[in-house]
């Protein structure tokens, strides 16, 4: 690459950060994060208006469109965080929001909206249009219960469902979180005037969708490396620290290895993605990382269960929540993201591996 990409984050990008971690620190602590999940608090009317207050809604929405204009690295930046803390609120589905209301011309008054935390928007793809009614099944939408407006991003443009005339079902999710499964057959939507560029517009709401949730899962992976390096030095046996057994020392290097490996993947496909656009190598970047970002996920979550014991499985420790987001995460990124099938036919298109003297073809 000819123009070097610079990795030290601004002090704009390190400011919100800073302010981001000090009310996760608040709000997110480990007693009342568990008293907000059993009390179904997800969602909580007042950790979404300081949540937009911070300016949370608005990074996505591009500076033409009144948003903040903020690229991957921003986006990213914001995820770590909340995942580290394992946030509960539905910020990537506010981000794939403000990113597809961005191309539409008449969506002025929805965006500020979104912005300032008056109303929530889930999105959804795979949905099919005819004559402005939305058809299709959609299944553990995240942010979809309490949504106050499905956005339903199609081929032909970007339709907007008025959530009370759908009939949802909660669906509570293994991240702590809520999901929805509803059926629309011919529902009436509005369609919104995007351009020329919708289906650029469209990709990038996608391939944000994947960068994000790779780097929440790496700020969940921070945390369990912490905690569990914490539980470490505190807990003893036989007399002793676990955390001077040099097995243990060396459990806990492979799991600081592979939250190390998840860094390297989030960056390499957030700075892809801000410099190549959504494009087939955003893409491939894109796939490696979630496949990458997986794997290290699950190194970190079955070794930090491992060295708690008992107490790892149990919701004492918030380690349990922690095993819980990242293998939610696995989950997701084999059931849908599907990074492997993905990366091979990006490989696959490419044919670079005709010009190679180990891969080439009988």
Known sequence: MENRVNLAFSAEQRQFADGLERFCEKRYAFENRRRMVAAGQWGEPLTWTALAEMGCFGIAVAEAAGGFGGGAIEIGLMLRTLGRFLAIEPVVTAVVAGTLLSAASDAEDHIAALIEGEKRYAACFGLSDVDGRISGQVRNLSGAWGADHILAATDAGLFLIDAGVVVMTPVPLLDDTVGADFMLDAVPAVQLATGPDWSWHRNLAVARNVMARGWQAWGAMEGAVAATSEYMRTRQQFGRALGTFQTVQHRVAEMIVAAKEAESAALLGALVLEAAGP???????????????????????????????????????????????????????????????????HALDFQRHRHSALLIEG
């Not at 087939?280 to 490696?288: I, K, M, S, T």
């Not at 149990?314 to 599907?338: G, N, P, V």
């Open 279 to 345: 494009g087939p190598e955003a893409q491939r970047a894109l796939a490696a990382m979630t496949a990458r970002v997986a794997a290290a996920a699950a190194i970190v979550a079955e070794t930090a269960v491992q060295l708690h014991g008992g107490m790892g499985v149990s919701d004492e420790l918030d380690i349990a929540a922690r095993f819980r987001h990242l293998q939610a995460y696995r989950l997701l990124a084999d059931a849908e993201f599907r990074p492997t099938e993905q990366y091979i036919a």
